[in-house]
């Protein structure tokens, strides 16, 4: 996504080196800056499909996956596959990594279970376990898979969607919508590398009251209502009384300072 430097870093890569087929696709980005995410995972999930995959695992492009996550997140299909002719999400645990240590360039291939700590608000079922989620809402697309068969009948990420938020609880409601299912998949461990970010999400504001408010058009209710009272108690957004619409308050670069978290936050 308006980042050229991508596709030769990653077509001449390990996986490459060792045979994986491997593929990029460039996107550009508006002139606004905000990144087409939905476009974008619509854009790779079309391209596995039309290579025969019958998986498809999403990985966010912060996270480094485990060893065993493919291989588990295999299991949980065809766990699952047979079981209803409905889509299935298979969710794997996202764990948070501590910033690097000085003079640390990168985390170390192994023992990265021992760093990382869980999502308080997410299951983490062991090894081997396979439980089903009661609130589709919990969805994320830090990491997931699900089947190539059932693409079409969720129909992908909805591109209405432009920059940060709303996109990912859209496609569960997609999913919800098809009568489908969530499941947390143990053993499908990935882990989020440290980097700073704000809560809340100031930066982001613009973005964030836009795709919450067509989230409202498309499913009735608001997504992300933390960030949305944190944005009003700050004086930087507020709903209409009249329209029922939040609006942005102050477009330029407010004088808030976020708290700054080592962890990612809750929507």
């Not at 619509?42 to 996956?65: H, K």
Request: contains cysteine.
């Amino acid at each position: 996504m308006g980042d050229p430097e991508v596709a030769p870093l990653v077509e001449g890569g390990p996986l490459a080196r060792d045979g994986v087929d491997v593929v990029t696709r460039e996107l550009e980005t508006p002139v606004d800056g905000e990144l087409p995410l939905a476009a974008a995972r619509n854009v790779g999930a079309d391209e596995a499909i039309g290579r025969g995959c019958d998986l498809i695992v999403f990985l966010d492009v912060d996270c480094l996956v485990s060893v065993d996550a493919l291989g588990r997140y295999e299991w949980a299909w065809r766990r699952t596959r047979g079981r209803r002719r409905r889509p299935v999400l298979l969710s794997g645990a996202v764990s948070y990594l501590p910033p690097l240590s000085p003079g640390q360039v990168a985390y170390p291939a192994a023992g990265l279970a021992s760093l990382a700590r869980p999502h308080a608000a997410r299951p983490s079922p062991g090894p081997g376990r396979l439980v089903r989620a009661d609130d589709l809402r919990l969805f994320w697309s830090l990491s997931f898979a699900v089947a190539a068969r059932h693409w079409d009948d969720i129909g992908g990420f909805a591109t209405g969607y432009r920059g940060y938020g709303g996109e990912d609880t859209d496609f569960a409601m997609r999913v919800a919508a098809v009568g489908g299912e969530l499941y947390w998949v143990g053993g499908a461990d990935a882990f989020h590398q440290h980097h700073e970010v704000e809560s809340p999400p100031v930066r982001h504001r613009v973005s964030i009251v836009r795709n919450a408010n067509y989230f409202r058009e498309r499913w009735g209710w608001f997504p992300m209502e933390g960030w949305l009272g944190a944005f009003e108690r700050l004086g930087l957004a507020k709903r209409d009384p009249v329209t029922h619409r939040w609006v942005v308050l102050q477009v330029d670069e407010p004088a808030v300072v976020a708290d700054v978290l080592v962890d990612h936050p809750v929507d």
